[in-house]
């Protein structure tokens, strides 16, 4: 009698296998090594990420955002509009008017500021960007509060040439 020689095994038909045993055992990670054969199967979990338009919103977005503002003055008067000659935020991100929590502030109402002086700090996706003066000014009001996100345009400082 003649031994038939059972069909090779592939490489594919090995992960497919482990693969089934993964998912059948609600495994996360699985390791497989054997002589030359090494394989890893890791589970790759689809975390929801919420993007934020930066620069250019959706007019849906636009719409919410003025609803929203619209609501907040409706139910918070004590909100004024600022008045008078303004610093705005170049983009978005987490203000910062110092460089470390135990530094004094770049600036103080009623210091004057030089043109070229860096006024504050924006951080944007782990990146300290640092706010320059485009003109010389007496800082007349800080507006946003430390630590506090802002928009583009948003207001940072009034001041008065």
Do not use: W
């Not at 003649?2 to 992960?15: G, H, I, L, N, R």
């Amino acid at each position: 009698m003649k031994k038939t020689a059972k069909p090779q095994e592939t490489a594919f038909d090995q992960v497919q296998k482990f693969y089934q045993f993964m998912n059948s055992n609600k495994l996360e990670v699985i390791e497989f090594s054997k002589d030359s054969t090494y394989i890893k199967l890791v589970r790759k979990h689809n975390n929801a990420v919420h993007q934020i338009p930066v620069f250019a919103p959706s007019a849906h977005v636009q719409a919410q955002a003025g609803k929203s503002a619209a609501h907040a003055a409706q139910t918070a008067p004590a909100a004024q509009a600022v008045q008078g000659e303004t610093i705005k935020a170049p983009m978005s991100g987490i203000f910062y008017r110092a460089p470390s929590p135990s530094s004094p502030p770049y600036v103080r109402e009623g210091d004057t500021v030089k043109e070229g002086q860096v006024i504050c700090v924006l951080e944007a996706m782990k990146v300290f960007n640092e706010i320059k003066a485009e003109f010389n000014c007496v800082i007349e009001k800080v507006v946003q509060e430390n630590g506090k996100p802002v928009e583009p345009n948003g207001d940072l400082f009034v001041v008065k040439r």
